[in-house]
């Protein structure tokens, strides 16, 4: 490999300086370029920085890795960068050195790991300038506004309203990025408001040098627990550690969050927060800015591009005391780095499921090795690889198991299907205990992660249903009957009127998604408001944060949803929590799918009866004595993870096995075949890794592709990243490779 040797002036002059770069592209190595015509040799060349270089007959924009005297290359085959785009490292030495274990780790082209770390403005090659931030602000004439004109602005216009509230909570004014979790799309509603002249873009102080901590919002006073874990946490500062917060559901661990941050902040430190998914989680950035006067930053999908940069920069320039993103905030630079926290940690989206397939809870506890910092997971249900590493005493293991604040834990039982007469999915138990709860005043939730009106479409004559043309998978009925759609592929097309086969017209929605479930509830209380939370009623930039609000007022109605409610929401008035279909995840061939359920149940669970009031959760299931069942209507999730556990070491899955996954797909089913039995050829002999496949992938056509894999199963990691390491260079130039579309996947969460 290359060294990390300055440049001096009296260096040999015939010895060229030899610029090692990251250049992105499918290639798995560094390439090698002279420094611009004209470098100053004085002028250090600094890894991290971005150079433009020639490639091909095109040009592209590298991250400088290394310098030295030493190319493979004959000298006459180099060629010069074109420029370099700025003399200080954009990328930090502890970021590039994680990027580069994480290149290795997941044998992901250098190239492309870097391009990934940057924002997109950055990775195209402009210039790394702060737009000075800028913040809306009430204007005087806002701030005097009579209290008439305002409930009349609240009545007519209730975008524009709350907006306006923001504002007035806010005295020093609010950044694109944290104005922007509220209102993803507000440039008119902003333009109506100003045009007014009630608010008002202002230029903002530059943020202080040294970042200022004070609290705005009194501290909580912390039970035993929460003392014990808080405690724990700020003697670790200072040091790589891995810590497991394990509390069940309102226990209290964004106060255990808040209190280690403080002591952070006192330090001088930053600190990096990562959560599944912003949007979902207004609430947990509103108690960050309410306990904190400081700089927050926002990395979250509402920003455009400009924003993005910005909050990146400002934080790889410290400027930013606590930076809150999702997964790929995990590789922004920050100069003070002092603790990291996952929020979710068993969410699976922190998983990147195309290209770069890194796991963001796996490169941010190696970032924390790196950096020397202490790292803490939070969950009210972890993912069995954290509990497995808690158990064996690799991660220190906090619990908390009260709800704090004197919250009693939800009553979970089930409702017995066998031989129940249901109304669209919905038993006389359920549809009666709705009623209970609405009439003590209480908001229910129903969860059911299936969207859409009915997941298929029968021909009561000849049995006949509709398959997608392009998927081995069932067309979903939508639209109150009017379409059908593959959730696979997104082909769509209207619902025929009659059977394509025998032209009976007796064709029936068989199984019931949200869309149903909406209109069966509407029908059963027409009095009571029902509120439905999924992905297609939620498409509409700003709708889902409506819709939150809406919630949020506490006013007796029924929210019907998928997985989307199950995240990170306080709902404190919601007091039922009913589970349409208990027995999803049950019987799947996934190998996650058990724990992924027990997750759901327990983050569906946790939303009942947050605040004073009681909560109920009740589970509709056709089997109430499923051994998977059992200990979590005990709200003993360890329980479960001890038996899923000892089941994976049987059966030899991970944590006890290591994996990776080589997919193939390719129009023809014999073309992916075909890579994948010269891949395996390659690949053997493999010393301490067994392979199984080629194997079809559990849904064999999707999107008229077809779909294969090869799964790598070992004891020890290193064998089977010294395989892939050997190997990979060889299948990517294998003839078949170029018929196919191929990956691989290290550590993969599914297996399809
Ligand atoms: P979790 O993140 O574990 O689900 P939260 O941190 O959201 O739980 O806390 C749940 C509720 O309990 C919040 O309303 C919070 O303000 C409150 N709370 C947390 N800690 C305490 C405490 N020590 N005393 C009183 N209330 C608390
Ligand atoms: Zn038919
Ligand atoms: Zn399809």
Known sequence: MWHNVSVTPDAAPLIPTILHVAVPGPLRRLFDYLPHVGHDPLTPLQPGIRLRLPFGRSERIGILLGVDNYSALEPQRLKPALALLENQPLLSPPLLQLLQWASRYYHHPIGEVCSTALPKRLRQGNAAIINTPRCWTLSAAGAALSPDRLSRLQRQAPLQWQIFQQLQQSPTGLTPDRLKLYHPAPAATLKRLQTQGWIELAQRAPP?????????????????????????????????????????????????????????????????????????????????????????????????DQERSDVWLRASRGEIAILIGTRSAIFTPLPRLGLIILDEEHDASFKQQDHFRYHARDVAIKRAQMESVPIILGSASPSLESLHNAWQQRYTHLLLRQRAGGAVPPRIHTIDLRQQRLQEGLSATLLGAIGDHLERGGQVLIFLNRRGYAPLLLCHHCGWSFQCRHCDARLTLYHGQRDLRCHHCGSSQPRPEQCPECHSSELRPIGNGTERIELALNSAFPEVPVLRIDRDATRRKGALAEILAEIQQ????????????????????????????????????????????????????????RAERAGEVVIQTHAPDHPLLAPLLAHDYHRFARDALRERQAVGLPPFRHLALIRADATQASGAQTFLQEALGVLQPAADVEIFGPLAAPMERRAGQHHYQLLLQARQRQPLHQLLEQKLDAIAQLKSARQVRWSLDIDPIEIS
Not at 245 to 274: C, F, M, N
């Open 208 to 304: 202080p040098a040294a970042v200022t901590w004070n609290t705005t919002e009194p501290t909580l006073h912390a039970n035993s627990e929460q003392q014990h874990a808080i405690a724990t946490l700020i003697a670790g500062l200072g040091k790589f550690h891995t810590y497991l917060l394990d509390g069940i559901t309102g226990s209290g661990k964004t106060e255990v969050y808040l209190q280690a941050v403080a002591a952070v902040l006192q330090r001088g430190g930053q600190t990096l927060l990562l959560v599944p998914e912003i949007g979902l989680t207004p609430q947990l950035v509103e108690r960050f800015s309410q306990r904190f006067n400081t700089t927050i930053g926002l990395l979250h999908s509402a920003l455009n």
């Open 554 to 609: 506490g006013q007796r109605q029924i929210l019907i949803g998928t997985q989307m409610i199950a995240k990170g929401h306080h709902f404190p008035a919601v007091t039922l929590v009913g589970i349409i279909n208990g027995d999803q995840g049950l019987y799947s061939v996934d190998f996650r799918a058990g724990e992924r359920m027990a997750q759901q149940l327990i983050q569906v669970a946790g939303r009942a009866g």
